[in-house]
């Protein structure tokens, strides 16, 4: 009996040390967070400094002749940053860009998905959730025309209704006339395409546009 009391009571004292220790550590851990705030402060300014340089990388890839190693370089950039904040909307366009330059639009389409169907999209601005919405539509048709286009005119109207530039927006207008187009919707091709040369008179997708479908008389 006195042997079993003894090894009773130190289970009882090592239990209660290890929780000694471990309330010790979690309070050491809490004081030092507070002590250190400059730390916390470079903690969350390093996914911005991930995404600038994303940001810079992708400019390079489009205006040298180094575009997949400066996109291979954006999309490594915007993963830092996603592993700190994997929630971010404008990291998951950053990389859905990086990935159409590398050629994966599939898995730039997921990530723009992402981007746009996360609560923190409603930080982004409305011009641009529009031009990722465009963006998304983009890339839907040139993966699958067929089965991705009626998807695709839901992201332009869609972008159409959010963009606030007026005057800008035909370009938007005029791939989604093209949709209609595509998906054999002939009088709302003809009107979009009209809205198209009433905004900028002088496009040619859009005259192209409505001689393909017999419509436009040249005055």
Known sequence: ???EAMVQLGILILTLSLF?????????TAQARTRNPARNKNRQSEPNRHLTQASRHLARARSTSHRALHAKSALTETDKALSIWPRDPWAHILRAQSLDLMGHRTAAIKSLDTALSSPAARSLSAVERAD???RRAEMKVGVNRRRRVE??????VAAVELDGRKGDEWEVMCLLGKCYEWKGMKE???DTFQKVLQLHPRSEEARNGLHRLSLFTDK
């Open 20 to 28: 000694f220790i471990m309330h010790t550590i979690r309070t050491q």
């Open 132 to 134: 990722a919405l465009v």
């Open 151 to 156: 998807s695709a005119m839901e992201d332009l």
């Open 1 to 3: 009996m006195a042997t």
């Open 188 to 190: 709302e091709a003809k």
